[in-house]
């Protein structure tokens, strides 16, 4: 049996793909026997009920007067160095640079002990935050400090090396579902709820931002319902719904499209689709095409980021330009329209996912990483079975 060890992890736990891969590990390393102590400002929202070798430890913002901002980071820092004291932590798992990383390098120094770090980058701290000049020293140091740093996808990885000129060693560790909550569900009553049965279902699921380009969601489904009597539904929310409202209204769908706001029962949610759309302009990854890879439900989505290493073109989905609607409409249309086709792709998808990134796999690969940084002797893998 490998050695057992306790774990800090740090992410922001709020809605977001970095949160639920975090939470999603956390709770599977504890299933393993290690001890997982969550370290944040609330608990992370995929956490659930109370479960054995979980604790959770809330970050308290002083709000004294003279402080223009409340100084999150610097007490975010702080709690992490209590609890690896008093925990005796051997890892703190930071997910994003910034701010966790910093406040994990900090926290390390006031421990003065061997406490490791090991850092996951997930995309904003990359595509966004380091392209700010006075941003970039700051995450440099933090992913240079790290004991060990992984990437979600390779297309970080190399957007990483070059926005921030690093040359250390980072790990390939992708994104992972666990496949005993995401599995094609039986749904025909839910899916009666939202088409009549000779009508086909698109969706799309992101927290709509401009980056996501929702209005070019809008556009494939107008194009499509032209051909195949088909209903769009929106999962999520974000600063672009209103605009996605108005358009729709404005184009006469609103009898064709459904907004369902956030919900937690993704899994139920996805496998009553029959296409999911993701056209956006960057995705580090792109976990809810792979949520849907898991279901069985293809992507059409953009060639942008790392869903090129997720979606297969031709074979678990279709990929376009970034902004070419009329292809990502044409691939929806020519899937939509042929059943042996939708079938094929459908099983494809569960082999991928299956075989790919299963949460037995991506859970042992950063076991890996931990012993590794910790200088134990590494367990050898168990075959991750097809």
Same mark, same amino acid.
């Given at each position: 049996m490998s050695q057992l060890l306790k774990i800090g992890i740090t992410c922001y736990p709020t809605l977001g793909g970095s949160g639920v891969v975090a939470t999603e590990l956390g709770k599977l390393l504890a299933e393993k026997g290690h001890e997982v102590h969550f370290i944040s400002h609330s608990v992370p929202f995929r956490l659930g009920a109370f479960k054995k070798n979980i604790? !959770?430890? *809330?970050?308290?913002?002083?709000? !004294?007067?003279?402080?223009?901002?409340?100084? !999150?980071? %610097?007490? /975010?820092?702080?709690?992490?160095?209590?609890?690896?004291?008093?925990?005796?932590?051997?890892?703190?798992?930071?997910? !994003? #640079?910034?701010?966790?990383?910093?406040?994990?390098? %900090? #926290?390390? +120094?006031?421990?003065?002990?061997? %406490?490791?770090?090991?850092?996951?980058?997930?995309?904003?701290?990359?595509?966004?935050? #380091? @392209?700010?000049?006075?941003?970039?020293?700051?995450?440099? /140091?933090?992913?240079?400090?790290?004991?060990?740093?992984?990437?979600?996808?390779?297309?970080?990885?190399?957007?990483?090396?070059?926005?921030?000129?690093?040359?250390?060693?980072?790990?390939?560790t992708y994104n992972f579902i666990d496949q005993r909550i995401y599995y094609p569900r039986s749904v025909e009553s839910l899916r009666s709820d939202f088409a009549f049965p000779h009508e086909k279902i698109l969706m799309h699921i992101s927290n709509f931002r401009p980056v996501k380009r929702v209005q070019d969601v809008v556009d494939i489904f107008a194009k499509v319902?032209?051909?195949?009597?088909?209903?769009? /539904?929106?999962?999520?929310?974000?600063?672009? %719904?209103?605009?996605?409202?108005?358009?729709?209204? *404005?184009?006469?769908?609103?009898?064709?499209? +459904?907004?369902?706001?956030?919900?937690? +029962?993704? #899994? @139920?949610v996805i496998s009553t689709a029959d296409v999911l759309l993701l056209p956006s302009e960057k995705e580090s990854f792109g976990l809810v095409a792979l949520e849907a890879m898991a279901c069985g439900v293809p992507t059409i989505g953009s060639l942008a980021g790392g869903i090129p290493e997720l979606v297969t073109h031709g074979e678990t989905g279709f990929l376009a330009p970034i902004g070419d609607t009329q292809a990502m409409a044409d691939y929806a249309v020519h899937l939509l329209t042929d059943e042996s086709l939708a079938k094929k792709v459908s099983e494809a998808c569960l082999i991928r996912a299956k075989n790919e990134f299963s949460s037995a796999r991506i859970t042992e690969e950063y076991e890996q990483i931990y012993y590794r940084v910790l200088g134990l002797d590494v367990p050898r893998p168990k075959p991750v079975c097809s």
């Open positions: 604790f !959770y430890h *809330e970050v308290e913002v002083n709000d !004294y007067y003279v402080f223009r901002y409340p100084p !999150y980071d %610097l007490s /975010l820092a702080n709690k992490m160095a209590q609890v690896a004291k008093r925990e005796k932590l051997d890892i703190l798992h930071v997910h !994003y #640079a910034v701010p966790h990383a910093v406040c994990a390098f %900090l #926290a390390k +120094q006031m421990v003065g002990t061997d %406490l490791k770090v090991v850092t996951t980058l997930h995309g904003t701290d990359i595509t966004v935050l #380091a @392209q700010d000049e006075s941003l970039k020293d700051l995450i440099r /140091l933090a992913i240079n400090e790290s004991d060990a740093v992984t990437s979600v996808s390779e297309d970080l990885m190399r957007e990483t090396r070059e926005v921030l000129d690093i040359t250390r060693d980072i790990d390939l319902s032209e051909q195949v009597p088909s209903r769009l /539904l929106f999962v999520g929310e974000g600063p672009e %719904l209103p605009k996605i409202q108005w358009k729709i209204k *404005e184009l006469g769908l609103e009898d064709k499209v +459904q907004f369902l706001g956030k919900q937690d +029962q993704i #899994a @139920q």
